[in-house]
């Protein structure tokens, strides 16, 4: 079956950086997308990423290793205001997004 | 503002209710699609439409009803809803169905809550 799997939950401190990880297991891959939602927000587009490596933008990058089935978003220089949720999505063959459950990021002063 | 904008935000109704969600984007996207979000849950495809013919329907209950009457607009007619129907509904649009340019704009979403 295909699945996505990332941390529920995470914590982390202001001015720091924090890495959430994306595993995902599709039938094909076209890419790997995140999204950023904050609590009673649209989600919104933060990166896409179809080739190895990492893609910088910001102070957010975005991480794939196709052979691996694994993605992470780095987030540096943290902000109160990215406390929010960290979807990942990964689009199989037939360019189907299939959703992880999404990482509550909680930034503490 | 993401350029999809979903009304009513919130809704409250009861299992007899009728009602429906309206969802605009003017962003000139060809694809529109109805996603349900549970709390801790996945984000759930419900239906997609690219140019105002549906091409996806996952096995959603009849008691949901989409209408896409022209490319900018998009409803989800509700009636005789159960209570674990709660939840956020959220439209979204993007330019394609494939490749990168399927990246999705949101809408802020409609929370429903049933009686």
């Known amino acids: 079956g295909q699945n996505i799997d990332q941390p529920t939950e995470m914590t982390a401190t202001e001015g720091a950086i924090v890495q959430i990880n994306c595993t995902y297991q599709t039938s094909g891959f076209n890419g790997l997308f995140w999204y950023q939602q904050h609590a009673g927000e649209a989600p919104t587009f933060l990166s896409y990423?179809?080739l190895d490596g990492l893609e910088e933008k910001g102070r957010f990058s975005s991480f794939l290793s196709r052979s691996k089935g694994y993605s992470y978003l780095l987030l540096k220089e943290l902000q109160m205001k990215d406390s929010a949720s960290y979807l990942c999505a990964s689009m199989d063959s037939n360019y189907q997004l299939i959703w992880g459950a999404g990482t509550k990021l909680i930034i503490k002063p | 503002e993401t350029g999809v904008t979903q009304t009513p935000r919130h809704l409250v109704m009861g299992m007899t209710n009728k009602k429906s969600l309206k969802c605009e984007q003017h962003l000139g996207h060809n694809a529109m699609y109805w996603y349900k979000q549970s709390a801790k849950k996945p984000l759930e495809l419900m239906f997609v439409?690219?140019?105002?013919?549906?091409?996806e329907n996952n096995s959603v209950p009849s008691r949901f009803s989409p209408e896409c009457p022209n490319s900018s607009h998009l409803f989800l007619h509700l009636h005789t809803l159960q209570p674990e129907d709660s939840a956020l509904y959220l439209c979204a649009s993007s330019q394609d169905l494939e490749g990168p340019t399927r990246e999705l704009f949101f809408g802020e979403g409609s929370r429903l809550t049933v009686l």
């Open positions: 439409y690219s140019l105002e013919e549906r091409v």
């Open positions: 990423n179809v």
